[in-house]
């Protein structure tokens, strides 16, 4: 575990949450809140060795000793300082601080553009703080270090607040060290600078004893220690299952740390101590011990002691202990069984030796078989072909089709179907929805005025069309990546992989704001996404801390993070930017550098005849007419070149990414607060999975290389993942239940070493998913009856054996097309853009964002799809989340489902169109009954069912007084009896 | 031995016989399969009269065990049994309307504190332009904007030191419904249909009546991971309140010849599929949307309330829409046993969100003062206060300091809120803000904690109320919050 440990005792109130992540005790964090005072994120590498003081610098004034180490000058010839001299030696600090610091604190540089430079600095790594104060009204400005933005918005709160800024980690290679502000009115005091980049050593702040007198340790010994050990102990020791708040007791090193609130004890001042306030229960939020109040004389014990300076003869580092208490086994974590390498199992041994038609079906029945069950029996083919019809096409059979199926009597028939599914253009509707659904996509940008991206649907398309040619899922991963840093064989290949990184650019944006975007939750999403879609994992949840789980460190995400950091998103509009830009020109690369250099040269030249025309009117007297008329050629000039600086690339763009305009890693976010960073982290992958990192000479972002990562053989997650995920599609669970999560919240699978079989498989068949398709598809238990027996739903109620194939209701898209295809009313072809506004009207904000529901006759997956705002017919039956990856559809059951079955305009407009096609198409009730039943249900009605529908139509025309209506109206009625029936919307 | 033998052994033979049994005691669908089978056989599936008689009354209508949306114990005992829960979009002034500041008429314009729009720059300070005046036996100070509500002081809880996390409508609205600023999630009024079901299966468990969309949107309601049950079904005022309501069938006999219908078909095929629940579950929702069609049009329909009763309200009699509409649907929507109402007052784009004329509060004011008053009073009258919980609030405050010419910023540090009824102290003010309103001075109540406090009001411990989803245990109030113990009755 990483922890990130204080030391010292500033304060920084947080001026905003991340993600959900709300500090609950704002108001003791306005007080106390640390920034990080000796915080040297480490890494999980071998600690480099400890960094020692270089010098400090008090800004604006003479040379002083500060914790027994010697500042220079602000105005030494190493240091150049610009901004006002600003001195008020009036003002109360707080927290208070000894007379030195608090000398050098309160005399300081100001302005809103402050640039400091130190020079004479040896080659290097440094770590350094900055010292700033508040004197009167609190202000918010940018902090950089070498030019690196390492504050993105500084608060820098009340009156007599000061901060001890950092440590921020840079790399000296040019002799000096830059440090600016700007923006807001910055009051810089000082600036401290160690050398290297280990860990910094703790300074014991003013005010701790640092050789208790005796009496002081009896008192210790015999009032203070028991009162923690009893008292504080359980959950604040090295030894505690789970330590409360990142603080540890039972060390002086642990009372001067603090923790993840901030620091606990101001040595000398039980006023000031966070500690006294919470066992005061001060503060209706912060009491401690939770269970209950301590005794009046222990808390007067405490504040004695806390007054006296914490006298504490407890000097072992149990910071250190607990660290290595809570490391990372990494043997141990690649131990569990989503980490073990794909091994591919030999098929185990079945009684029912006649049984298994595959190798798959061996895995199967061997678990039947030991669970004392057997299959159930295998499925009527008039069942089978509605089930893999809806399974690969997500439509029904037509009758002719079922014909066709019920008359092949050769062993391939059930082949032949399955291999004309896969090569319907279709299979990549339905198969390609699946994958959107795992990758959240969305037509719009989530921001808060939710902007539509009309080039979304180039990617959408470019998924449909990976599984219609069955692209290899490596090569898939790869594009989807870093499609633009692949190698491509014809312009019109490379602008396919420039549209698959378009699974990257539909990462969600947030807020309305533009100068401090929140760029870190969009890469956030990013890796979330990522981690689940491609590696079923979790790694998200590092982003503040450790994975509490699973072996994710924070310096993986972060390593994760900065190939993201290095990649240039494209910015769909947000409500104070409403313009889209950073896309990518689907054109070669010579004919856009080409338009554009033919535009700045016509720019240019414009500008030229602008200054001609000027200079022109000059020459001639004001109130001439020949002025009149220069003046007017001048005007119509400057209007020419402001309608030639707004023209638009004639290209056609993708929403997909490219490099960023800078590469380079990311620095640890600590507790995922991208405002208080930690060590720089370099690129690479997850260090479970080998951590291998980026090659010296890749100057890129890294992409690539994270694609070459996933799919690597060496990475046993990403085969079993998507394997796990096709199987789950077939069946409708997965070999393990959690397909976006492979980690110990997750479950471990069913079948694992069926598991494994096909991940060896799908490695031998190159990667193809249709061939996988058909490995399943081809076993014995896909073409199982649904029908169970007794002592299957006794011993296996849920079906985990697969004894029997699980019925299933269709989802939200597949009801629709159904509706659609069965009304005549479907549109079999591919849609094209949605009709969105132009973008010259895209005024969207969140007062009025962007809403539409563009009704398509087009097969669902085309639907237009809202970040925001759910679309009604996908939300009322259990349609994907397009804000987060849908794993799995689940099926819930509602009366606002029955009630759009019974009532909505669209359920009845189809029912009088499939009646119309029915009575159209034979001229007998008898025979219509019969079509009607083969259309939507796949099978004839039997006696008893014809009867009784006949019966229905009669009673349904009884009461129309018009008899050509009456059966209309009564065909009508019988349709959309049908449509609502479970046997409609479950397949055997 | 074969396959087929194997399996009969195993009960393939009896798959009718103990699914039987199983129908008739379990599936609940008020249709004994073998009176089924023999109406099926002898051809008298089709009398109306005879299928509605099959599934008429409460056995159809009685859950099964699977149910999500039956009524479920609390984790402890809880006056309150269901929330009205009333949100102002737009930012509502503390300082104008609950929160009295007289530093602040003193201050104005001579001296400088937050203001501006969403940031927290120096302004020039403003002065309220309401009086306040105390309410109730009480004496709750509350300004002249919601002079009626004023009066129900004493039975209200105001809480004046609300706190927020960001200065956005977007993410505070969001937060204010699901806890979370930036991220979808489940609506409070999911989490409380998750936590405790419903007692009316024939309504939805989560209602919410919006006219139109509020900020974030449907995100609001939305049942997120949760499942669909749980989702707040949105009631627009005006013919049809809820999307597919209204019967299209010409002929009301018809709807119910055909509901029978697929009944009758969906019960053969059901016959030896009753093994999957979900099935049996999906037939019984065709009935209760059936019965929606009635019984929610009823609740709608305020043609049997009183001419006293639409004045508490400030309604004409035949009046379909406006806030008093919202108000008196609300407490029929109580009376009808639905778990969680929301009342959603204005939207995104016509709000309290005044940052250049503050006057303009007065127009929005007016809207819901009277309404909700009469809501608290008719509440009270009918005892429906002691299990019901009313709660007002607002995504965040407005600053001290000026915006525009005359208006006011966005202020999440300190806003004011207020709950009303079963098992809160009622007749008090909890917390307190700085002389300008600008932040909390004591007893903050954080978002989280409001929710906490809600959620305990119910009787669940939201520590406990949990939902794995992505390998997570979710809660409302995500690692946060606490309940404010000090106003609990």
Known sequence: MMLAFYSGFLKKAPHRSMAGGLYRFQRCFALLLCLGWGVAAESIAAAPQAATFFRGINLNGPAVEIDGQYWLAGDSPSVRVSGGAFENQSVALEPPTDASRATMIRSSRWGGTLDVEIKEMPRGWYQIFVFVWEDNHTSDFQLQVDDRQVIERFSSGKQGQWHRLGPFLTEVKDESIKVSARGGDANLSGIEIWSGRGRLPMIVPSGFVQEPTPDQLAFFENTIRPLLVDRCYECHSADSDELGGELLLDSRKGMIAGGASGVSVVAGDPEQSMLMRAIRYTDSHLRMPPDGKLPQDEIEALASWISMGLPDPRLEDTIETYRERTAIDWEAARDFWSLRPIVKPPLPVVKLRDWPKTAIDHFVLADIEAEGLVPTLDADKIHLIRRVTFDLIGLPPSPREVDDFMADTSSQAFEKVVDRLLESKHYGERWGRHWLDIVRYSDTAGDNSDFPIPQMVKYRDWVINAFNRDLPYDEFVRQQLAGDLLPYDSPEDRQQKLIATGYIANARRFGSRVDDYPQHLTIEDTLDNLGRAFLASTINCARCHDHKFDPFTAEDYYALYGIFHSTQYPWPGIELDQKQRDLVPLADTTAVQDWFDKKNAEQRRLEERIKRLEAERDKHATDSAERKVAEQQWQDAKEAAKNHANLQPPFDHAYAVQEGKVIEDATLHIKGNPSKLGDRVPRRFLSVLGGEPLRDDDVTSGRLQLAEWIVSPKNPLAMRAIVNRVWLYHFGRGLVQTPNDFGRQGTPPTHPELLDWLASEFRESGYSIKTLHRTILRSRVYQLSSRSSSVALDRDPNNVRLSYFPRRRLDAEAIRDTLLFLGGTLDLSPAGPHPFPPPKDWNFTQHNPFKAVYDSNHRSVYLMTQRIQRHPFLAIFDGADPAASTPIRLTSTTPVQSLYLLNDPLVHSQAERFAERVLAAVPEDQARVSLAFRLALGRTPDEKELRASLKFLSLSRNDVSDPTSAERVSWQALARVIFRLNEFVYVD | ?489
């Open chain 2, 1 to 489: 031995m074969s396959i087929k033998s194997l399996w009969q052994k195993q009960g393939a033979r009896h798959v009718f016989a103990p699914h039987t049994e199983v129908c008739t005691t379990r599936d609940n669908m008020g249709m004994r399969r073998r009176d089924l089978i023999h109406s099926l056989v002898g051809g008298s599936l089709l009398l109306p009269g005879l299928v509605s008689q099959m599934l008429s009354g409460e056995e159809a209508r009685a859950a099964s065990d699977s149910d999500p949306l039956l009524p479920k114990e609390p984790h402890f005992p809880a006056k309150a049994k269901r929330v009205i829960f009333i949100f102002s979009n737009g930012g509502v002034s503390h300082m104008d309307a609950f929160d009295h500041k007289p530093e602040l008429f003193k201050a104005d314009g001579k001296k400088t504190g937050v203001g501006g729009g969403l940031s927290n720059q120096q302004r020039k300070l403003l002065k309220p332009l309401w009086e306040f005046r105390p309410g109730g036996k009480c004496g709750t100070l509350v300004s002249d904007l919601f002079p009626h509500l004023r009066d129900q002081m004493d039975d209200i809880c105001l809480i004046r030191s609300m706190k927020s996390d960001d200065n956005e409508h977007y993410q505070a609205t969001l937060a204010m419904h699901t806890g979370s600023f930036f991220f979808s999630r489940p609506s409070i009024g999911s989490w409380v249909s998750y936590g405790l079901g419903t007692v009316n299966q024939d309504l939805p468990s989560f209602i919410v009546l919006a006219q139109q969309m509020p900020y974030a949107g449907t995100q609001v309601f939305s049942n997120d991971f949760l499942p669909a049950y749980h989702q707040g079904v949105r009631v627009i005022p005006g013919a049809e309140p809820i999307a597919n309501l209204q019967p299209r069938t010409t002929r009301e006999k018809q709807q119910r010849l055909e509901i029978d219908f697929a009944a009758a078909l969906d019960r053969k095929h059901f016959s030896d599929r009753s093994a999957q629940q979900e099935l049996g579950a999906r037939m019984r929702t065709f009935e209760t949307a059936f019965h929606m069609q009635t019984e929610a049009t009823e609740a709608f329909d305020l043609k049997n309330e009183s001419a006293e009763t639409l004045k508490l309200y400030g309604l004409k009699p035949g009046q379909t829409d406006g806030f008093g509409w919202k108000c008196l649907v609300a407490r029929r929507l109580v009376e009808r046993g639905v778990r969680f109402i929301e009342l959603i007052d204005g939207s995104s784009s016509h709000n309290w969100d005044q940052h250049g004329n503050m006057a303009e509060h007065a127009d929005h004011a007016k809207v819901i003062d009277k309404p909700i008053a009469g809501l608290l009073q008719d509440l009270k009258r009918t005892g429906l206060l002691e299990d019901t919980l009313l709660v007002w609030t607002t995504e965040f405050g407005r600053t001290p300091g000026v915006d525009g010419d005359k208006g006011r910023g966005h202020h999440s540090a300190c806003f004011s809120s207020w709950i009303a009824g079963a098992g809160v102290k009622a007749g008090i003010t909890y917390g307190s803000t700085d002389e300008l309103g600008a932040t909390v001075a004591e007893n903050q109540v954080h978002v989280h904690d409001f929710h906490a406090t809600i959620l305990h009001l119910l009787g669940i411990d939201h520590t406990r109320l949990t939902y794995r989803h992505g390998g997570r245990d979710y809660r409302l109030t995500d690692v946060h919050g606490n309940v404010v113990r000090d106003i609990l009755a």
